[in-house]
């Protein structure tokens, strides 16, 4: 029996993954700040993949004594919580930094062997074209104070692992959704399915240590970040957002290659005008 954390379960790659990583013998224990009846359905296509049990935890990753109550019993960490996207610094800071060091430390003091960090690919987002495919061990350029609060996410996960033990693993994940939403998830596009087959190699890969990889699929126009580090875990991409071409072309049109979006590997979170501050003004 293994029962595995997953922090901010009622969020996007939360909704995702919950199907995904359901296995008889498997507990999930869903955290997430929002109430139980947030928590959707799992999605028909996933019908018949269930886990033994779903427990479900109502608290918030900043609190403590919270965190270290749902760590126990629990053999890994699927840390999803957090702002996904950006915002004002204070926010930023008490929630995906705050929250971060609070599930490490709660990780280490119940005994919680493996962390797996939903890290993003906004920790990389000013790299741009000539340098891809980017190295796991490229200098971090985040775009944002969202990609800020990932690049201390894993500076984290490397303490924790390197003075306390912990096996983490650093997802950088690209763009997961149900579907490419947009032009450049044409090239960034982790699906549901790969993502599933990702996370299971973090929960299974042997003595892992710390390690930081990318998440995305087996794209055509992809080739923008390594994936020698996810293969190296034993995961294998299956999917290729190019199957969505033309979905994506009649809703969005073509994107001229020297178009703005692709002249970082961040797109729009390098934009000037996303100010953290001015966010919807
Ligand atoms: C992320 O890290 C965000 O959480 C998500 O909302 C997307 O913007 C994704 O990156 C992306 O770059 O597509």
């Not at 790659?13 to 009846?37: E, H, M, N, W």
């Not at 479900?56 to 890994?76: I, L």
Request: aromatic share 8%.
């Amino acid at each position: 029996m293994s029962r595995i954390l997953i922090t901010g379960a009622v969020g996007g790659v939360g909704t995702i993954l919950r199907p995904q990583l359901a296995a008889p013998g498997r507990t999930l224990r869903l955290l997430d700040i929002a109430p139980l009846a947030d928590l959707p359905a799992i999605p028909a296509a996933a019908a018949g993949r269930t886990a033994d049990g779903e427990e479900y935890v109502q608290a918030s990753v900043t609190d403590a004594a919270a965190m270290e109550k749902a760590c126990e019993g629990v053999d890994a960490i699927i840390h999803l919580g957090g702002i996904s996207v950006e915002a004002p610094w204070e926010r930023i800071h008490e929630v995906n930094i705050g929250g971060t060091c609070t599930v490490f430390e709660a990780a280490r003091r119940t005994g919680v062997p493996r962390v797996v960090f939903a890290s993003s690919n906004h920790v990389v987002g000013f790299h741009t074209p000539d340098e891809y495919p980017l190295p796991e061990t490229v200098t971090p350029l985040p775009d944002t104070y969202y990609g800020v609060s990932k690049v201390a996410g894993e500076a984290l996960g490397a303490l924790y692992a390197h003075r306390y033990g912990l096996d983490v693993i650093c997802v950088r994940i690209m763009s997961c959704f149900p579907e490419p939403a947009n032009p450049r998830m044409l090239a960034t596009w982790l699906s549901p399915d790969d993502a599933g087959r990702l996370f299971e190699a973090c929960l299974t890969a042997e003595n892992p240590g710390y390690r930081v990889v990318y998440g995305v699929s087996d794209n055509t126009r992809g080739g923008w970040v390594s994936q020698e580090g996810a293969r190296a875990l034993g995961f294998e991409p299956r999917d290729n957002a190019e199957a969505y071409a033309s979905q994506v072309r009649e809703r969005a049109g073509e994107v001229a290659d020297d178009d703005p979006v692709l002249a970082h590997l961040g797109g729009q979170f390098c934009f000037p005008n996303l100010d953290a501050d001015r966010l919807g003004a």
